[in-house]
Protein backbone atom coordinates (compact mmCIF):
# COMPACT_ATOMS: atom_id res chain seq x y z
CA UNK A 1 0.00 0.00 0.00
CA UNK A 2 0.98 3.72 -0.30
CA UNK A 3 2.40 5.54 2.13
CA UNK A 4 1.02 8.71 3.82
CA UNK A 5 3.01 10.80 6.90
CA UNK A 6 1.31 12.85 9.29
CA UNK A 7 3.25 15.81 9.70
CA UNK A 8 2.99 19.41 12.08
CA UNK A 9 4.25 21.14 15.30
CA UNK A 10 2.80 19.68 18.62
CA UNK A 11 -0.64 19.45 19.42
CA UNK A 12 -1.88 20.37 16.41
CA UNK A 13 -3.96 17.29 16.07
CA UNK A 14 -2.20 14.93 14.34
CA UNK A 15 -2.49 11.51 16.75
CA UNK A 16 -6.51 12.38 16.89
CA UNK A 17 -6.68 12.37 13.11
CA UNK A 18 -4.39 9.49 12.97
CA UNK A 19 -6.87 7.25 15.43
CA UNK A 20 -9.86 8.67 13.06
CA UNK A 21 -8.24 7.09 9.55
CA UNK A 22 -7.49 4.18 11.21
CA UNK A 23 -10.46 3.24 12.89
CA UNK A 24 -9.20 2.74 16.53
CA UNK A 25 -7.84 4.52 19.36
CA UNK A 26 -3.63 3.49 19.05
CA UNK A 27 -2.20 7.02 19.38
CA UNK A 28 -2.18 7.98 22.91
CA UNK A 29 -3.81 11.73 22.74
CA UNK A 30 -3.88 14.43 25.17
CA UNK A 31 -4.19 18.19 25.28
CA UNK A 32 -0.54 18.42 26.63
CA UNK A 33 1.88 19.38 23.74
CA UNK A 34 4.73 16.39 22.94
CA UNK A 35 2.76 13.48 23.68
CA UNK A 36 3.44 11.56 20.62
CA UNK A 37 7.18 10.60 20.52
CA UNK A 38 7.55 7.57 18.43
CA UNK A 39 6.27 7.06 15.01
CA UNK A 40 3.52 5.12 15.00
CA UNK A 41 2.01 3.37 12.04
CA UNK A 42 -1.44 1.88 11.13
CA UNK A 43 -3.69 0.82 7.98
CA UNK A 44 -6.24 3.63 7.27
CA UNK A 45 -9.48 2.74 5.16
CA UNK A 46 -10.78 6.21 3.59
CA UNK A 47 -14.32 6.31 1.80
CA UNK A 48 -12.84 2.91 -0.43
CA UNK A 49 -8.85 4.07 -0.04
CA UNK A 50 -6.43 2.30 1.99
CA UNK A 51 -2.75 3.30 2.40
CA UNK A 52 -0.41 3.10 5.17
CA UNK A 53 -0.60 5.71 8.39
CA UNK A 54 2.74 7.06 9.66
CA UNK A 55 1.38 9.42 12.92
CA UNK A 56 4.70 11.53 13.63
CA UNK A 57 5.60 13.60 16.72
CA UNK A 58 5.33 17.02 16.89
CA UNK A 59 8.19 18.91 15.30
CA UNK A 60 10.58 21.21 16.82
CA UNK A 61 13.27 22.26 14.17
CA UNK A 62 16.30 23.61 15.09
CA UNK A 63 15.69 22.66 19.12
CA UNK A 64 19.03 22.01 21.21
CA UNK A 65 17.26 19.00 23.52
CA UNK A 66 18.52 15.61 22.52
CA UNK A 67 15.51 14.14 22.45
CA UNK A 68 13.57 16.81 20.59
CA UNK A 69 16.37 16.83 17.49
CA UNK A 70 16.00 12.48 17.47
CA UNK A 71 12.16 12.90 16.91
CA UNK A 72 13.45 15.63 13.98
CA UNK A 73 15.66 12.59 12.59
CA UNK A 74 12.52 10.35 13.18
CA UNK A 75 10.11 12.65 11.29
CA UNK A 76 12.44 13.63 8.49
CA UNK A 77 12.87 9.80 7.92
CA UNK A 78 8.95 9.70 7.48
CA UNK A 79 8.95 12.00 5.15
CA UNK A 80 11.27 10.57 3.22
CA UNK A 81 9.68 7.41 2.69
CA UNK A 82 6.33 8.78 2.28
CA UNK A 83 4.56 8.74 -0.79
CA UNK A 84 2.15 11.90 0.05
CA UNK A 85 2.27 13.97 3.52
CA UNK A 86 -0.01 14.92 5.45
CA UNK A 87 0.71 18.68 6.67
CA UNK A 88 -1.36 19.43 9.81
CA UNK A 89 -2.04 23.40 11.28
CA UNK A 90 -4.13 24.64 13.77
CA UNK A 91 -6.84 26.69 12.16
CA UNK A 92 -8.11 27.72 15.50
CA UNK A 93 -4.60 28.68 16.94
CA UNK A 94 -3.80 30.52 13.49
CA UNK A 95 -0.39 29.87 11.87
CA UNK A 96 3.01 30.00 14.10
CA UNK A 97 6.79 30.94 12.46
CA UNK A 98 7.29 27.21 13.24
CA UNK A 99 4.33 26.23 10.81
CA UNK A 100 6.21 28.07 8.12
CA UNK A 101 9.59 26.64 9.20
CA UNK A 102 7.85 23.12 8.45
CA UNK A 103 6.33 24.31 5.35
CA UNK A 104 9.80 25.22 4.11
CA UNK A 105 11.35 22.09 5.17
CA UNK A 106 8.10 20.04 3.40
CA UNK A 107 9.00 22.31 -0.33
CA UNK A 108 13.10 20.77 -0.17
CA UNK A 109 11.71 17.27 0.78
CA UNK A 110 9.37 17.48 -2.71
CA UNK A 111 6.73 15.08 -1.60
CA UNK A 112 3.03 15.49 -2.52
CA UNK A 113 1.73 17.77 0.08
CA UNK A 114 -1.48 18.06 1.14
CA UNK A 115 -2.39 20.50 3.93
CA UNK A 116 -4.82 20.18 6.44
CA UNK A 117 -6.31 23.01 8.25
CA UNK A 118 -7.66 20.85 11.25
CA UNK A 119 -9.90 22.23 14.73
CA UNK A 120 -12.37 23.90 11.65
CA UNK A 121 -15.84 23.33 13.23
CA UNK A 122 -17.49 26.31 12.83
CA UNK A 123 -20.06 27.41 9.91
CA UNK A 124 -17.38 28.60 7.56
CA UNK A 125 -14.39 25.68 7.68
CA UNK A 126 -12.94 27.54 4.34
CA UNK A 127 -12.87 31.11 6.11
CA UNK A 128 -11.13 29.67 9.43
CA UNK A 129 -8.57 27.59 6.66
CA UNK A 130 -7.78 30.99 4.34
CA UNK A 131 -4.98 31.85 6.72
CA UNK A 132 -3.07 28.54 5.80
CA UNK A 133 -2.77 29.71 1.83
CA UNK A 134 0.01 32.22 3.30
CA UNK A 135 2.24 28.44 3.95
CA UNK A 136 2.84 28.39 -0.36
CA UNK A 137 1.51 24.85 -0.08
CA UNK A 138 -1.68 25.07 -2.22
CA UNK A 139 -5.19 25.09 -0.77
CA UNK A 140 -5.76 24.55 2.96
CA UNK A 141 -8.06 21.79 3.35
CA UNK A 142 -10.70 22.62 6.20
CA UNK A 143 -11.11 19.51 8.67
CA UNK A 144 -11.87 18.42 12.16
CA UNK A 145 -10.57 15.46 13.53
CA UNK A 146 -12.29 15.40 16.58
CA UNK A 147 -15.85 15.79 14.85
CA UNK A 148 -14.88 13.57 11.66
CA UNK A 149 -15.90 16.77 9.82
CA UNK A 150 -14.16 17.09 5.87
CA UNK A 151 -13.02 13.76 5.39
CA UNK A 152 -14.86 13.10 1.76
CA UNK A 153 -12.99 16.15 0.63
CA UNK A 154 -9.92 14.27 2.10
CA UNK A 155 -10.42 10.85 0.08
CA UNK A 156 -11.01 13.35 -3.06
CA UNK A 157 -7.63 15.07 -2.49
CA UNK A 158 -5.86 11.56 -1.39
CA UNK A 159 -7.54 9.20 -4.47
CA UNK A 160 -5.24 10.58 -7.09
CA UNK A 161 -1.90 10.98 -5.08
CA UNK A 162 -2.32 7.08 -4.25
CA UNK A 163 -3.20 6.08 -7.54
CA UNK A 164 0.22 7.49 -8.96
CA UNK A 165 2.11 6.11 -5.56
CA UNK A 166 0.43 2.76 -6.48
CA UNK A 167 1.67 3.17 -10.35
CA UNK A 168 4.86 3.48 -9.31
CA UNK A 169 5.02 0.85 -6.48
CA UNK A 170 3.67 -1.83 -9.35
CA UNK A 171 6.44 -0.96 -10.96
CA UNK A 172 9.19 -2.10 -8.46
CA UNK A 173 7.81 -4.90 -6.51
CA UNK A 174 8.97 -6.12 -2.96
CA UNK A 175 9.37 -9.72 -2.10
CA UNK A 176 6.81 -11.37 -0.11
CA UNK A 177 6.81 -13.11 2.89
CA UNK A 178 6.78 -17.07 3.17
CA UNK A 179 3.85 -17.03 5.58
CA UNK A 180 1.37 -15.33 7.99
CA UNK A 181 2.81 -12.50 10.35
CA UNK A 182 3.55 -13.24 13.59
CA UNK A 183 2.17 -10.70 16.12
CA UNK A 184 5.14 -10.04 18.72
CA UNK A 185 4.69 -8.00 21.76
CA UNK A 186 7.92 -6.66 23.37
CA UNK A 187 7.40 -6.07 26.98
CA UNK A 188 9.60 -5.03 30.64
CA UNK A 189 10.28 -3.04 33.20
CA UNK A 190 11.26 0.39 32.21
CA UNK A 191 14.74 1.17 30.29
CA UNK A 192 15.69 -2.45 29.91
CA UNK A 193 16.40 -2.06 26.50
CA UNK A 194 13.34 -2.71 24.89
CA UNK A 195 13.16 -0.30 22.13
CA UNK A 196 16.89 -0.50 21.46
CA UNK A 197 16.45 -4.44 20.75
CA UNK A 198 13.95 -3.79 18.47
CA UNK A 199 15.96 -1.27 16.76
CA UNK A 200 18.79 -3.85 16.41
CA UNK A 201 16.17 -6.27 14.84
CA UNK A 202 15.34 -3.82 12.26
CA UNK A 203 18.59 -2.29 11.69
CA UNK A 204 17.62 1.15 11.86
CA UNK A 205 16.96 3.48 14.54
CA UNK A 206 13.08 2.96 13.88
CA UNK A 207 12.47 3.93 17.51
CA UNK A 208 13.27 6.51 19.66
CA UNK A 209 15.89 5.05 22.18
CA UNK A 210 17.99 7.09 25.33
CA UNK A 211 19.72 6.87 28.87
CA UNK A 212 16.54 8.06 30.64
CA UNK A 213 13.20 5.38 31.19
CA UNK A 214 10.21 5.88 29.95
CA UNK A 215 11.17 7.52 26.57
CA UNK A 216 8.43 5.11 24.88
CA UNK A 217 4.86 6.37 25.42
CA UNK A 218 2.57 4.40 22.48
CA UNK A 219 2.62 0.95 21.68
CA UNK A 220 4.42 1.18 18.27
CA UNK A 221 3.85 -1.77 15.46
CA UNK A 222 6.88 -2.36 12.91
CA UNK A 223 6.58 -4.66 10.81
CA UNK A 224 9.58 -6.85 10.08
CA UNK A 225 10.65 -10.00 7.76
CA UNK A 226 13.43 -12.49 9.34
CA UNK A 227 14.60 -15.49 6.82
CA UNK A 228 11.26 -15.06 4.95
CA UNK A 229 9.50 -14.91 7.73
CA UNK A 230 7.20 -12.09 8.74
CA UNK A 231 6.60 -10.69 12.31
CA UNK A 232 4.43 -7.27 13.61
CA UNK A 233 6.96 -6.34 16.52
CA UNK A 234 4.87 -4.23 18.79
CA UNK A 235 7.58 -1.89 21.33
CA UNK A 236 5.97 -0.86 24.16
CA UNK A 237 6.53 1.76 27.58
CA UNK A 238 7.72 0.28 30.10
CA UNK A 239 5.80 -1.36 32.94
CA UNK A 240 6.15 -0.40 36.80
CA UNK A 241 4.36 -1.30 39.58
CA UNK A 242 1.07 0.02 39.94
CA UNK A 243 1.03 1.70 42.96
CA UNK A 244 3.97 3.87 41.05
CA UNK A 245 2.10 5.32 38.49
CA UNK A 246 1.08 8.29 39.07
CA UNK A 247 1.02 10.25 35.82
CA UNK A 248 -2.01 10.16 33.54
CA UNK A 249 -0.38 9.55 30.07
CA UNK A 250 1.92 6.82 32.00
CA UNK A 251 -0.98 5.56 33.03
CA UNK A 252 -2.41 5.65 29.23
CA UNK A 253 0.84 3.98 28.18
CA UNK A 254 1.01 1.04 30.57
CA UNK A 255 -2.75 0.41 28.96
CA UNK A 256 -1.32 0.29 25.77
CA UNK A 257 1.60 -1.92 26.96
CA UNK A 258 -0.99 -4.53 28.50
CA UNK A 259 -3.82 -4.43 25.32
CA UNK A 260 -0.38 -5.60 23.19
CA UNK A 261 0.30 -8.13 25.32
CA UNK A 262 -3.74 -9.36 24.74
CA UNK A 263 -3.64 -8.99 21.34
CA UNK A 264 0.08 -10.57 20.43
CA UNK A 265 0.26 -13.89 19.72
CA UNK A 266 4.15 -14.52 22.04
CA UNK A 267 5.25 -11.94 24.13
CA UNK A 268 9.60 -11.35 24.19
CA UNK A 269 9.88 -10.31 28.46
CA UNK A 270 12.88 -8.31 27.84
CA UNK A 271 14.59 -8.28 31.77
CA UNK A 272 18.18 -6.44 32.33
CA UNK A 273 20.69 -8.71 32.80
CA UNK A 274 22.48 -6.66 35.11
CA UNK A 275 19.31 -6.83 37.12
CA UNK A 276 18.24 -10.06 36.61
CA UNK A 277 13.98 -11.47 36.65
CA UNK A 278 12.73 -8.88 39.36
CA UNK A 279 9.46 -9.00 41.12
CA UNK A 280 7.94 -6.60 38.66
CA UNK A 281 9.32 -8.71 35.42
CA UNK A 282 7.78 -11.88 36.92
CA UNK A 283 4.58 -10.03 37.68
CA UNK A 284 4.72 -8.73 33.11
CA UNK A 285 5.53 -12.36 32.90
CA UNK A 286 2.07 -13.86 34.83
CA UNK A 287 0.04 -11.48 32.85
CA UNK A 288 1.36 -12.49 29.45
CA UNK A 289 0.48 -16.19 30.93
CA UNK A 290 -2.97 -15.21 31.92
CA UNK A 291 -3.86 -14.39 28.91
CA UNK A 292 -2.67 -17.18 27.17
CA UNK A 293 0.81 -15.85 25.48
CA UNK A 294 3.86 -17.72 24.64
CA UNK A 295 6.83 -16.05 26.58
CA UNK A 296 10.66 -15.58 25.60
CA UNK A 297 12.72 -14.22 27.91
CA UNK A 298 15.46 -12.04 26.22
CA UNK A 299 18.37 -11.66 28.82
CA UNK A 300 19.75 -8.32 27.52
CA UNK A 301 22.63 -5.92 27.76
CA UNK A 302 24.67 -9.30 27.88
CA UNK A 303 27.70 -7.77 26.58
CA UNK A 304 28.17 -6.23 30.45
CA UNK A 305 28.08 -9.49 32.12
CA UNK A 306 31.24 -11.48 33.79
CA UNK A 307 30.47 -14.56 34.53
CA UNK A 308 27.94 -15.50 31.57
CA UNK A 309 26.97 -18.95 32.58
CA UNK A 310 27.18 -18.66 36.49
CA UNK A 311 24.15 -15.88 35.71
CA UNK A 312 22.39 -18.11 33.13
CA UNK A 313 22.27 -20.62 36.09
CA UNK A 314 20.83 -17.92 38.70
CA UNK A 315 18.53 -16.64 36.14
CA UNK A 316 16.79 -20.65 35.48
CA UNK A 317 16.75 -21.02 38.86
CA UNK A 318 14.41 -17.91 39.70
CA UNK A 319 12.36 -18.70 36.44
CA UNK A 320 11.32 -22.19 37.82
CA UNK A 321 10.85 -20.66 41.16
CA UNK A 322 8.76 -17.22 39.89
CA UNK A 323 7.58 -18.62 36.81
CA UNK A 324 6.29 -21.91 37.46
CA UNK A 325 3.30 -22.15 35.53
CA UNK A 326 5.43 -22.01 32.45
CA UNK A 327 7.99 -24.06 33.25
CA UNK A 328 10.79 -24.56 30.64
CA UNK A 329 10.71 -20.93 29.45
CA UNK A 330 13.05 -20.33 26.66
CA UNK A 331 15.60 -18.08 28.20
CA UNK A 332 18.12 -16.35 25.47
CA UNK A 333 20.92 -13.96 25.82
CA UNK A 334 21.31 -10.98 24.11
CA UNK A 335 22.70 -7.44 23.49
CA UNK A 336 21.33 -4.87 21.53
CA UNK A 337 24.30 -3.14 21.57
CA UNK A 338 26.01 -5.77 19.53
CA UNK A 339 23.22 -7.80 18.25
CA UNK A 340 24.51 -11.14 19.73
CA UNK A 341 21.83 -13.61 20.28
CA UNK A 342 19.35 -12.25 17.84
CA UNK A 343 19.01 -15.03 15.34
CA UNK A 344 18.07 -17.61 18.59
CA UNK A 345 15.61 -15.24 20.15
CA UNK A 346 13.46 -14.82 16.87
CA UNK A 347 14.08 -19.12 16.91
CA UNK A 348 12.66 -19.59 19.58
CA UNK A 349 9.78 -17.10 18.98
CA UNK A 350 9.22 -19.00 15.70
CA UNK A 351 9.21 -22.03 18.07
CA UNK A 352 6.98 -21.65 20.83
CA UNK A 353 4.65 -20.21 18.43
CA UNK A 354 4.13 -23.13 16.45
CA UNK A 355 4.40 -25.44 19.39
CA UNK A 356 1.40 -23.20 20.99
CA UNK A 357 -0.46 -23.84 17.57
CA UNK A 358 -0.40 -27.90 18.06
CA UNK A 359 -3.14 -29.84 18.26
CA UNK A 360 -3.06 -33.19 19.62
CA UNK A 361 -5.26 -35.80 18.05
CA UNK A 362 -7.79 -37.40 20.16
CA UNK A 363 -6.43 -40.72 20.39
CA UNK A 364 -3.28 -39.69 21.42
CA UNK A 365 -4.82 -37.52 23.91
CA UNK A 366 -7.06 -40.39 25.39
CA UNK A 367 -4.03 -43.18 25.49
CA UNK A 368 -1.99 -39.85 27.87
CA UNK A 369 -5.02 -39.67 29.88
CA UNK A 370 -5.23 -43.43 30.51
CA UNK A 371 -1.50 -43.66 31.51
CA UNK A 372 -1.72 -40.27 33.66
CA UNK A 373 -4.76 -42.01 35.31
CA UNK A 374 -2.80 -45.47 35.90
CA UNK A 375 0.09 -43.57 37.17
CA UNK A 376 -1.62 -41.41 39.76
CA UNK A 377 -5.13 -41.90 39.74
CA UNK A 378 -7.39 -39.23 40.53
CA UNK A 379 -8.67 -38.58 44.57
CA UNK A 380 -11.80 -38.65 46.33
CA UNK A 381 -13.72 -35.80 47.03
CA UNK A 382 -16.23 -35.42 49.69
CA UNK A 383 -15.78 -39.34 49.73
CA UNK A 384 -16.78 -40.19 46.30
CA UNK A 385 -14.24 -41.30 43.53
CA UNK A 386 -13.88 -38.80 41.08
CA UNK A 387 -13.40 -40.53 37.66
CA UNK A 388 -12.33 -38.97 33.98
CA UNK A 389 -13.08 -40.78 31.22
CA UNK A 390 -12.31 -38.72 28.02
CA UNK A 391 -10.27 -35.84 27.13
CA UNK A 392 -10.19 -33.26 23.76
CA UNK A 393 -8.37 -30.61 22.73
CA UNK A 394 -10.88 -27.67 21.93
CA UNK A 395 -8.81 -25.17 20.86
CA UNK A 396 -4.64 -23.94 20.57
CA UNK A 397 -2.88 -20.90 21.45
CA UNK A 398 -3.33 -21.33 24.26
CA UNK A 399 -3.64 -25.09 24.41
CA UNK A 400 -7.14 -25.98 25.46
CA UNK A 401 -7.18 -29.60 27.35
CA UNK A 402 -11.02 -30.51 28.14
CA UNK A 403 -11.40 -33.37 30.02
CA UNK A 404 -14.95 -35.00 30.86
CA UNK A 405 -15.55 -36.90 33.98
CA UNK A 406 -18.68 -37.40 36.70
CA UNK A 407 -19.70 -34.85 38.99
CA UNK A 408 -16.94 -35.38 41.63
CA UNK A 409 -14.35 -34.42 39.27
CA UNK A 410 -15.19 -31.16 38.95
CA UNK A 411 -14.05 -30.49 42.00
CA UNK A 412 -10.68 -31.92 41.95
CA UNK A 413 -8.10 -30.34 43.69
CA UNK A 414 -5.80 -27.82 42.64
CA UNK A 415 -2.35 -30.12 43.06
CA UNK A 416 -3.90 -33.09 40.71
CA UNK A 417 -4.91 -30.39 38.22
CA UNK A 418 -1.44 -29.26 37.82
CA UNK A 419 -0.15 -32.98 37.86
CA UNK A 420 -2.31 -33.51 34.78
CA UNK A 421 -1.01 -30.16 33.03
CA UNK A 422 2.44 -30.96 34.34
CA UNK A 423 2.45 -34.44 32.74
CA UNK A 424 0.11 -33.17 29.57
CA UNK A 425 3.33 -30.41 28.81
CA UNK A 426 6.10 -33.32 29.28
CA UNK A 427 4.12 -36.01 26.98
CA UNK A 428 3.54 -33.75 24.17
CA UNK A 429 6.15 -31.10 24.29
CA UNK A 430 4.36 -28.09 25.72
CA UNK A 431 7.28 -26.93 27.57
CA UNK A 432 7.18 -22.92 28.29
CA UNK A 433 3.78 -22.97 26.68
CA UNK A 434 0.61 -21.67 28.81
CA UNK A 435 -1.85 -23.90 29.09
CA UNK A 436 -5.63 -24.60 29.82
CA UNK A 437 -7.47 -26.97 31.21
CA UNK A 438 -11.40 -27.32 31.52
CA UNK A 439 -13.60 -30.10 33.42
CA UNK A 440 -16.93 -30.94 32.34
CA UNK A 441 -19.38 -33.86 33.84
CA UNK A 442 -20.84 -35.73 30.90
CA UNK A 443 -22.42 -39.49 31.07
CA UNK A 444 -21.81 -40.22 27.88
CA UNK A 445 -18.92 -37.71 26.45
CA UNK A 446 -19.42 -39.44 22.52
CA UNK A 447 -22.83 -38.10 22.12
Request: charged share 25%.
Amino acid sequence: MPTVAIVGRPNVGKSTLFNRLIGERRAIVDDRPGVTRDCIEGEAKLFGLRFRLLDTAGLLLESGDGLAMAIERQTRTAIADADVVLFVCDARAGLTPLDREIAALLRRARRPVVLVANKCEGRLPEAQAAEAWALGLGEPLPLSAEHGLGFEALAEVLAPLLAEAMERSAQSPQPQAQDAAVRVAVVGRPNTGKSSLVNRLLGEERLLTGPEPGITRDAVEVPFTWRGHAFVLVDTAGLRKRARIEDRIERLSAAKSLEAIRTAEVAILVIDATQPLERQDATIAARAVEEGRPLVVALNKWDLVDNGPALLREVGLRARSRLSEVPGVPIVPVSALTGRGLDRLLEAVRSVHARAGERIPTGRLNRWLESALGRQPPPTVDGKRAKIRFATQTGVRPPTLVLFGNRPALALPASYRRYLLGDFRRSFGFEGIPLRLELRASDNPFE
